[in-house]
Each structure stands twice: as structure tokens, then as C-alpha cells.
T-cell receptor
């Protein structure tokens, strides 16, 4: 059962541009997290936003959460080639376990 | 610095073999998880453990078992490997506080090929 569903599946941009990825989820959540995965590696936690928060920032990352629409977005500003990776959202729902989406593959071209 | 290690980066096994994947974390985390990751399917939870000798089934436990004899070590066992278990296996850990939905720290992954 997929809690998060990322959109788009793939995104290709030029260095310096902003990248926006969206995540929709099905059931109520306690928190929503974003992770990054470089090719063939493990996932790295980027940011966690709780259900009572609407927006959160961390460096060049900005995450929003709209619980009424059951959606979240991750914005990476001034992207760099090193941001090339897959990005996953993961929601903690009623089962208390994290349920991951299928990911957005971001390519930042130099 | 937080560290989760997995015993192998790449593994090739034959159908029917018993396979052990080991995961060790040095953060004194109570929760540990095993996922598999397949193209187009994302991460799926196989098993997790919230304490020594405790385990809970995830979404796809069939064909797998786990062992947690020590807090820092969580093993995934494929009793009789099959070709449909060819996948990337990811181990993760997290603090007990906040439950299994808290921030997870991942190992580098083991890419298993079953021939």
C-alpha cells in the first residue's frame, strides 16, 4: 500500500533552476518526510514536516504540507549538478510505519 | 556521526541457497528495518524490529525471516533464495521515541542477484 505518490516521476532541469516535486498521500499522517537517494546508494533523510506544520525550510530546501489536500511539495532552489538523485516522500500513517512513494528522479544538467 | 553498515554491497547467490544479509548500526537505535527496492515499486517494508528479539512483519514478509539477537544488529534471512528475490535490500534504523515513523537512517544497500 503506497502512502506517498510522487509527481513527476522524472524531472530534468538546468543548473541554477528551481526543482519542484510533489507528493500526494492517501490517509491521514502524523508526519511526512523527504529522502534523497543517489544512484545505487542508501537513502538520506532531508527533512521532516509534522501534520501541524505548513511549511519548513532547510538550506535550499523548502517543504510545504497541505493536509486538507493530502499533499506535500519539495522545492530545491538554485539547483546544482550534485542534486541529481531520486527523491522520495514517506508518510507516517495510522500504522505508525513509514510508507514510501516510488520517487521522483531528478537530473540537473550542468 | 550516524552510521548504518551492511555486510555486502553486492551478492550473487544460487536458487535454493540460504542467504544472510547483516546490518549493524552504531547509534543505539531501538528500531531497525529491512526494505527491498525494485524499479517502479519503490521501497517496500519486509520486517522491522523495535527491540532485541522482537520483530514485526511488514508488507512483504513472505520468503523472509529476521533475527535480532543484539540491539545493534538486525539480520535478514532468505531461507531458500528464489530469482524473484533479486533486488536491492536496504537496512535502516531509528530511535524508539516517535515510533517507527520517526526519521530513519539507511545503510548503503545490498544488491542481491539470485541466479
Amino acid at each position: 500500500s503506497q502512502q506517498g505518490e510522487e509527481d513527476p516521476q522524472a524531472l530534468s532541469i538546468q543548473e541554477g533552476e528551481n526543482a519542484t516535486m510533489n507528493c500526494s498521500y492517501k490517509t491521514s499522517i502524523n508526519n511526512l518526510q523527504w529522502y534523497r537517494q543517489n544512484s545505487g546508494r542508501g537513502l538520506v533523510h532531508l527533512i521532516l514536516i509534522r501534520s501541524n506544520e505548513r511549511e519548513k525550510h532547510s538550506g535550499r530546501l523548502r517543504v510545504t504540507l497541505d493536509t486538507s489536500k493530502k499533499s506535500s511539495s519539495l522545492l530545491i532552489t538554485a539547483s546544482r549538478a550534485a542534486d541529481t538523485a531520486s527523491y522520495f516522500c514517506a508518510g507516517q500513517g495510522g500504522s505508525e510505519k513509514l510508507v514510501f512513494g516510488k520517487g521522483t528522479k531528478l537530473t540537473v544538467n550542468p | 556521526d550516524v552510521k548504518v553498515t551492511q555486510s555486502s554491497r553486492y551478492l550473487v547467490k544460487r536458487t535454493g541457497e540460504k542467504v544472510f544479509l547483516e546490518c549493524v548500526q552504531d547509534m543505539d537505535h531501538e528500531n531497525m528495518f529491512w526494505y527491498r527496492q525494485d524499479p517502479g515499486l519503490g521501497l517496500r517494508l519486509i520486517y522491522f524490529s523495535y527491540d532485541v528479539k522482537m520483530k514485526e512483519k511488514g508488507d512483504i514478509p513472505e520468503g523472509y525471516s529476521v533475527s535480532r539477537e543484539k540491539k545493534e544488529r538486525f539480520s535478514l534471512i532468505l531461507e531458500s533464495a528464489s530469482t524473484n528475490q533479486t533486488s536491492m535490500y536496504l537496512c535502516a534504523s531509528s530511535l524508539l521515541e516517535g515510533g517507527p515513523g520517526e526519521t530513519q537512517y539507511f545503510g548503503p544497500g545490498t544488491r542481491l542477484l539470485v541466479l
